[in-house]
């Protein structure tokens, strides 16, 4: 995949707006959907990865390339350990269920962050998921799982330097090359749900220049419609990375 930074158009030219290339999404408030509704906060989670569906399968109609969502930070371990192990199994009930309908509708699935921490078992299922849908070129899915931005950046440089990098050698493109999304363009736009306001260690190098879009829907009810609303904020905004033309910098089509 070209390392491109812009938007491309959607594929259904009557919706009139143009959608990120690179779509970011902090799923925030599951525990809240749920808490609201007097169920425990497991089953938020569970209604957070059944609308992760309808939003993929949306990312896809609407023509997103990549989607890259933060599932668990290297800070969510702080959460009660029931609530971890949670979290954990739903990771792997995802890749169990919904691995074989990825597959075959294209998807490519990346991990970002740190497999420690993991099961083996776990670990195992993750490395096969990445591999087996490596080829795969119609939505590419990063999973920011176990994953933060000052330790992904810190993890760069470690290796950059265990590579022997002089420092007159390192540059923005070599030191992209390191990171977890190593081969993909900066991120064009990320969502938060749940009315926060903050990026919470997403991103940090890959969203330098990303526009920002806040919504108080919970991620459990934020549907196609509201996907839909963010592009066209998206739409009108003017990126004009740091200089002053208005002019939007050129899409990938």
Request: hydrophobic residues 40%.
């Amino acid at each position: 995949m070209a390392a491109v930074s812009g938007a491309i158009h959607a594929r259904d030219d009557s919706l009139n707006v143009n959608v990120p290339f690179h779509l970011a999404v902090i799923m925030d408030g599951n525990g809240r959907w749920a808490t609201e509704r007097g169920l425990p906060r497991q089953a938020g989670h569970r209604a957070g990865v059944e609308n992760l569906r309808r939003v993929i399968r949306a990312c896809t109609e609407f023509g997103v390339r990549i989607l890259t969502i933060y599932a668990f930070s290297t800070e969510n371990w702080a959460r009660p350990g029931p609530e971890v192990r949670g979290l954990l199994a739903i990771l792997e009930m995802v890749i169990d269920r919904e691995l074989d309908d990825l597959d075959a509708n294209g998807v490519q699935l990346r991990h970002l962050g740190r497999l420690e921490g993991l099961t083996p078992k776990l670990q195992e299922k993750v490395k096969a998921a990445v591999y087996r849908t490596r080829n795969n070129d119609r939505l590419t899915l990063n999973v920011a799982f176990n994953y933060g931005g000052r330790d992904e950046i810190l993890r760069a440089m470690r290796r950059i330097v265990s590579d022997g990098i002089s420092a007159e050698e390192i540059d923005e493109v070599l030191f992209n090359n390191y990171l977890d999304t190593a081969g993909e363009p900066d991120v064009d736009l990320i969502v938060r749900t749940a009315g926060e306001m903050r990026v919470s260690n997403f991103l940090i190098w890959q969203a330098f220049y990303a526009e920002y879009y806040a919504t108080p829907v919970y991620w459990p009810d934020f549907d196609k419609d509201e996907l839909l609303k963010a592009f066209q904020v998206f739409q009108g905004r003017d990126r004009k990375y740091g200089g002053l033309s208005t002019k939007q910098k050129p899409t990938n089509e």
